[in-house]
Each structure stands twice: as structure tokens, then as C-alpha cells.
């Protein structure tokens, strides 16, 4: 059975830096996409970022040119810098599945001014 495990994430200052981990394991095989989502309290889970295994990457436009999505086969990376009160959320790791998606368990990133 796969599972995905986060690790990272905590206490930042808006400016700072965090980074985010993600492995999967229970597969043999290298997975198409791996992405991050987050939700904020009150608000609906929307995607961060995303990255294909032939390294097409997508960003939200809230999080461009200040987060890098990377991934080493089937451990993919959130680096965040520049963070701002509004990266405050529970980021979530994700892998597009069937027949429903994977998700990790949720890690608290909280940005203090």
C-alpha cells in the first residue's frame, strides 16, 4: 500500500524560509505527478505546486517565484522563501491516483509576522 509521509513545515517569520518533504513508499514505480496543496482555516484546499516526473512544473500565481517544487523520484520538495502571513495553511502532499488520489497526513506551516 502507498503511503505518503511529510516532513518539515513548523513555526516561520514572514520573510523566512521553510521547506517541506514528501516521501511515498510502497511503489516500484516512478509516479507521473506529485504535488502540494494547502488549506487554510476557512478556506477551500487549493494547489500549491506540482511537478511531472519529465519535470513540467506548475505554481500557483500566489506562490511564483517565491516556493520551488522539486522531487527525486518519488520524494518531492517544497522549498518556500519569502513567506508571507498568507502561506499560513496545512500543506498537504498529493499524487494523482486511481481510483482516489493520495494524500499525505497534513503538516502545519505557520508564518509569524
Known amino acids: 500500500q502507498v503511503q505518503l509521509v511529510e516532513s518539515g513545515g513548523g513555526l516561520g517569520q514572514a520573510g523566512g524560509s521553510l521547506r517541506l518533504s514528501c516521501a511515498a513508499s510502497?511503489?516500484?514505480?516512478?509516479?507521473?505527478?506529485m504535488g502540494w496543496y494547502r488549506q487554510a482555516p476557512g478556506k477551500q484546499r487549493e494547489l500549491v505546486a506540482s511537478?511531472?516526473?519529465?519535470?513540467l512544473i506548475k505554481y500557483a500565481d500566489s506562490v511564483k517565484g517565491r516556493f520551488t517544487i522539486s522531487r527525486a523520484r518519488n520524494t518531492v520538495y517544497l522549498q518556500m522563501d519569502n513567506l508571507t502571513l498568507e502561506d499560513t495553511a496545512v500543506y498537504y502532499c498529493?499524487?494523482?491516483?486511481?481510483?482516489?488520489?493520495?494524500w499525505g497526513q497534513g503538516t502545519q506551516v505557520t508564518v509569524s509576522s
Open positions: 498529493n499524487v494523482p491516483w486511481s481510483p482516489r488520489d493520495l
Open positions: 510502497g511503489s516500484m514505480f516512478s509516479f507521473t505527478v
Open positions: 511537478v511531472t516526473s519529465g519535470g
